[in-house]
């Protein structure tokens, strides 16, 4: 660990906790970051030559492993090139009518350069197309950085969130409401009462932010229904969720339309990219064809459009939700009898997204559902996996990510972790 120390150090004095994004500094799970210097397939290598095998996945993006050949090689193609233009590019309009060719929900859609500009972007729309300034989101669910979405929506209905980071106002918080998930008829009555000032209700296709939290199909269909009855847009925030289904996408998995989708990570093949998109009725509101106005220096950027494009087809071609639901069904099957040892330990997966959570009976669905001690449970747990070579992220908060890229073999060191670390007493 000596030169991901000595980058720590350094790296402490230039960038607030050494890191560029704050779980990263590994705050919640104790110790220093580890610095990352290749990837390949299914595992990553440090400064220091130690090798990992890796369930983080650059938080998502990387369905297929990292480095995965054609889309290194789709890289290397433009980058002979340039690698900005500043025009419209063919690149674009590739990736564009493939997710257009694939996602039913989506006409037209636009690129960003990271997922919380989309949802931020998808929001302005919505406030356009609406007329309509406040929207409603669900706690537990995580947006994005942008100011009236790091809202608290407290414990219960809030027709008013307050600022969750310092540096919001709070007027900006009062343009949101805030729910709980898994309540039908708690939204409901506040749809009643502000309904109509409500632009869009946002909510993650699947809650994979903080914990894993599989909504019920009834709810997600309610929550259609209502936004119908009250004239809001549904925007799903697909950022993580896209491309990590069973059904590719989560509006799939639950059967629903929405009106606008935010994607990001897999989309951009780990390279910054985000998008919105949706019916070309309301798309047509964007500038320079309507009123909304938004846009970007480097949206749209060729080397990233054929990141995600290489990656998309691929994903495509080899029909990646079918290969990850045979790694996860052997994933399931390994670790039934591993926590059912366990009192205090359960795990729960969706598609290519997998959860811990600990002292529950059953999966928790809403925030408040998870128990307090998960963070110092978890901690420890990441300790133990991490000195055996395993990279989980860093928060008891985040999923596990399956690629393509991982074999039985890999799974079975994952499994392997778990059952010492019970015998340990790390979990019980
Ligand atoms: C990651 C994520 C975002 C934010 O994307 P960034 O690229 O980190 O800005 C937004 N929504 C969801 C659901 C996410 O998982």
């Keep these: 660990m000596k030169q991901s120390k000595t980058l720590y150090e350094q790296a402490v004095k230039v960038l607030p906790a050494g890191v560029n994004s704050p779980v990263r500094a590994f705050r919640s799970v104790g ?32 369905v297929l492993g990292h480095r995965h050949p054609e889309v290194q090689a789709a890289i290397m193609e433009v980058v002979q090139r340039g690698w900005t233009f500043g025009t419209p590019v063919k690149e674009e309009v590739a990736l564009a ?48 950085h942008v100011d009236y979405l790091l809202v608290d929506a407290g414990s219960g209905l809030a027709t008013f969130g307050t600022a969750s980071s310092a540096g919001v106002p709070a007027a900006f918080a009062e343009l949101t409401a805030g729910a709980p998930l898994d309540d039908l008829a708690g939204l409901s009555k506040l749809l009643d009462q502000i309904g109509h000032e409500i632009a869009a209700v946002v909510i993650e296709g699947v809650p994979a932010n903080n914990g894993l939290l599989i909504q019920d199909h009834a709810y997600v269909k309610g929550v259609r229904e209502l936004c119908d009855k009250h004239g809001a847009l549904l925007i799903f925030d697909e950022v993580l969720a896209g491309f990590r289904m069973p059904e590719v ?52 950027n060729p080397v990233a459009m054929a990141a995600g494009y290489a990656t998309l087809s691929a994903y495509f071609a080899t029909d990646v939700p079918a ?30 997204l997998f959860w811990f959570y600990f002292k529950r009976a059953q999966a ?25 070579g395993i ?18 073999t890999d799974l079975d060191l994952l499994v392997d972790g778990l059952k010492a670390a019970a015998e340990e007493g790390i979990v019980q």
């Design 323 to 352: 290969q990850i639901e045979r790694l996860g069904s052997y994933l399931d099957k390994r670790l039934a009898p591993v926590t059912a040892a366990l009192a205090d330990m359960d795990y729960i997966r969706l598609g290519s």
């Design 31 to 62: 110790g220093t970051p580890i610095f990352m210097e290749k990837g390949e397939g299914t595992y990553l290598t440090d400064v220091d030559g130690n090798r990992y095998l890796d369930f983080c996945g650059s938080w998502g993006p990387l």
């Design 249 to 300: 996408m989560a509006y799939r998995h639950y059967d629903v339309v929405p009106d606008l989708v935010c994607l990001g990570k897999v989309v951009g093949g780990g390279m910054p990219v985000g998008a919105y998109g949706g019916r070309a009725e309301i798309m047509h509101h964007i500038a320079p064809l309507g009123k909304v106005y938004q846009a970007g220096t480097l949206s749209g």
């Design 97 to 144: 009518q493939l997710v257009v060719d694939k996602l039913d929900a989506v006409d037209m859609m636009r690129f960003v350069n990271s997922g919380t500009e989309a949802v931020m972007s998808a929001i302005r729309l919505a406030r356009g197309y609406t007329g309509r300034d406040r929207v409603l989101k669900f706690r537990g669910c995580y947006h994005g």
């Design 391 to 408: 990279y989980l992220a860093p928060s008891s908060y985040e999923v596990g990510f399956l690629n393509t890229a991982m074999t039985e």
């Design 364 to 388: 928790p669905r809403t925030a408040e559902a998870i128990a307090a001690e998960s963070g110092e449970i978890y901690g420890k747990l990441h300790r133990f996996m991490l000195d055996r």
